[in-house]
């Protein structure tokens, strides 16, 4: 099973910033937080990972507490286009074994 | 350009007849990964390859095969599909594997969606 508990739908208006939270408290020391997204009819697209450090590239940013158990994806500012399913993964044992994520909508 | 290619896009097969599934990759990946996943689920993981090394789910039902013939071929076999294998199966690759010190992330295909009729 996932490790990971993520809300399962949220809505953002268009230009704004989506934040996606995800609780992930069983965490070990040495594993990473990923985020991928998978827009409708598409392959999973990788959007960024994380150990401890705040992270952050083209795409979007990463917050993750400092005790690790959650972590929060950012997206600066969200367009119609990051209407996707996110799904916030804790590697288990080499494996990406993902969880039921959110569906994020963009509203116009 | 692709770097993981899946082909057919779509694919119908008739119930119980062997069916299979490719997947290439041009990024020389050590793993790569078949999932399977079905409408509004998330993506389930049914096996995956450490180079030549096959690493099987414990609940991934013995119809279902895969073959890596090379680095950057890998085939999924379903050799009596059911309705209910009817889903979108998607190949991933990574170039190591993951829960290491070593910083991965996988790359998808587009994936095969597989009707059962």
């Known amino acids: 099973d996932a490790k990971t508990t993520q809300p399962p739908s949220m809505d953002c208006a268009e230009g704004r910033a989506a934040n996606l939270p995800c609780n992930h408290s069983?965490?070990?020391?040495?594993?990473?937080v990923y985020w991928y997204r998978q827009i409708h009819s598409q392959g999973p697209q990788y959007i960024i990972h994380?150990?401890?450090n705040n992270e952050t590239n083209e795409m979007a940013s990463l917050i993750i507490t400092e005790d690790r158990k959650s972590s929060t994806l950012i997206l600066p500012h969200a367009t119609l286009r990051d209407t996707a399913v996110y799904y916030c993964?804790?590697?288990?044992?080499?494996?990406?074994?993902f969880g039921k994520g959110t569906k994020l909508t963009v509203n116009p | 350009d692709a770097m993981v290619i899946q082909n057919p896009r779509y694919q119908v097969t008739q119930f119980g007849k062997p069916v299979t599934l490719s997947c290439s990759q041009t990024?020389?990946?050590?793993?790569m990964y078949w999932y399977q996943q079905k409408s509004s689920q998330a993506p389930k993981l049914l096996f995956h390859?450490?180079?030549?090394?096959?690493?099987n789910e414990a609940d991934t039902p013995d119809n279902f095969q895969s073959r890596r013939p090379n680095t950057s071929f890998c085939f999924l076999d379903i050799r009596s599909p059911g309705l209910g294998d009817a889903a979108m199966y998607l190949c991933?690759?990574?170039?190591?594997?993951?829960?290491?010190?070593?910083?991965?992330?996988?790359?998808f295909g587009q994936g095969t969606r597989l009707t059962v009729v």
């Open positions: 991933a690759t990574s170039r190591d594997v993951f829960g290491t010190t070593a910083l991965t992330e996988a790359f």
């Open positions: 069983t965490i070990s020391g040495n594993e990473y």
């Open positions: 994380g150990l401890k």
């Open positions: 993964i804790v590697s288990l044992s080499e494996k990406l074994v």
């Open positions: 990024l020389n990946h050590n793993v």
């Open positions: 390859y450490y180079d030549k090394d096959f690493n």
